[in-house]
């Protein structure tokens, strides 16, 4: 147990030390975009913009700046948008951030489940029909950017053959082809790992054991093997996560879909500074907690940190 | 004498004669001589990679993509750049073999530019990569201790800033440019070189060869260079084919978010998010091209990735 609580100790300074960056680097390329953010086409004579500025703080020393940038962050406040009036990036993202989330969770959970389902027929398979058409499949399915994947399905599924919408996000139906778009990356890569992993781990001998016992082929695989073969799947979906958050900027986009990566898209734009650099440390937090998370739960997961904490006790 | 004992000792079957056994003299020629030609760890590599059919798939398409991009936009009468507005979404033909886009520009030639720009941005970003890689895990590996903990957290830090996320932010405060992205591109994407050399140069600085070198009085940048870098390019080079496309895909995605390169350059990124819209209107040609060339090109690098962890991983040495 304390071998855990140190690991996990570790991890947190190391995530509270990363967050801090992130904060600082934001801060630093704010202060250095040149000009003030009030420098808009708009005429506004001095007077009005030395008050806009004293009411950003923009007036103060950098240091102090900074000290209320961190503190705005702490407490979750991003400040307003400066392209969309009568908006807060907190605004946008709790109206965005929802629906990303739909489409990530929905996403991930795809991708995961089939993904370990067809790395484990392929490995079953191995060298056989399934597994080279599987694996060929997924070779394709890393290579192709997903907006192109996006558009190919957009065009085949939705305009020439009218099976699912085209855009927005409403329905089931609406929810297919983006998260179809999204989820074949991840898919692929986690069904080569699982396949890859699987068929270390099958010739190892508690697996021969395993059938000598006569244990159903099922059981071996899902009870005995996939356990093992799962671990370094848990070690990558921290890199998922990530890019199935990159991922939904460009699927947003494309269809249409109003949530965080569509906002995030035209703010770059139209170069919204406080909702990019605010939406930049809402996502970083954001990943940088999954990563955390995913390294908690590889400690739990992985055996061999079991099985010091037990020698540890009893020797 | 010898010989004759030790046939006497072995129990002969009795309807073999014993007259049948003869004792031969040891063929020193024989024995000296080499059933398989010997090869260096890069001949034997290099043997079993032509044999993985995939890999020379992809290693031939790269090969033909890079003298392509060198000689392709000279191939075509046409200007990269050059609008020609009565031209406008021309199919694939005699005049204009890839056709022509949105504003009648030569799709062939753009291609072959696009090739240059997304071949360059990937090479130059994995180059530098791997020489700050090499340079920070080799040093944070080889000294070990107090150096490498120090070394480690930093990399422990930058490893989970979101790799995109940075990316973007930079080129949002420096601009778009060829330049800016790789810098961007790179500013924390050694990270991951730095974690596979160092882990290979902690496994290898123990090796005796490594401390022969050392008890010779070998100077310590010495033993980096000629000891343990060389036993670690197999790791290093299938990362690179990593980093190389995967640097081709930010780009590309780059561009589509409007952070790409910029007029007059077009990468296929550009050319891809260009015409999106065009492929629902049926002008197919017009994304089919760079949408192929990225794709392939990704898978290329992929396979040639696979096949190069399979032919230079010395476990599997036959």
Redesign the interface.
Known sequence: MKRMLKYTLKRLF??V??LW??IT??FL?MI??PGSPFNTDQASNETVQANLEAHYNLDQPYYIQYLLYIKSIATFDFGPSIKQPNQTVNDLLSRGFPISFELGIITIALAVVSGILVGIIAALRHNGFLDYVTMGIA??G????N??LA?IL??QLA?NLEIFPTATWRSPAHMVLPVLALATGPMAIIARLTRSTMLEVLTQDYIKMAKAKGLSPWKIVFKHALRNALMPVVTIMGTLF?GI??GT??IE??FAIPGMGRYF?ES??Q?D?PV??GT?VF??AF??MM?FIVDIVYGILDPRIKMHQKGGKSG | MKAEKKLESVQTPAHIPDEWFTWKERDTEKLEQVSRPSLSYWQDAWRRLVKNKMAMLGLIFLVLLTIMAIIGPMLSPYEVNRQSLPNQFQPPSMEHWFGTDSAGRDVFTRTWYGARISLFVGFIAALIDVTIGIIWGGISGYKGGRTDNVMM?II???Y???????V???L??LGPSLGTIILALTITGWVGMARIVRGQVLQIKNYEFVLASKSFGTKTSRIIRKNLLPNTMGPIIVQMTLTIPSAI?AE??LS????GIQAPFASWGVM??DS?GA??SGNWWT?FFP?FF???T??AF??LGDGLQDALDPKLRK
């Not at chain 1, 890393?142 to 950017?145: F, G, T």
């Open positions: 190391i995530m030390v990363t960056v992130i680097l934001t390329l250095s975009i070779v394709l890393i290579s192709i950017p907006f192109i558009t957009i065009q305009v990530a958050l990159t900027f460009v986009q494309i898209v770059i734009n170069r500074y990019i650099m930049t996502y970083s990943l940088i990563l | 957290r422990e830090v930058l989970g800033l979101p790799y995109l996320l940075v973007i932010l930079l949002v405060v895909f590309a995605f589509f978010i409007g952070l891809a998010n999106l492929i629902l994304l949408a990225i794709s392939f990704m898978f992929n396979v």
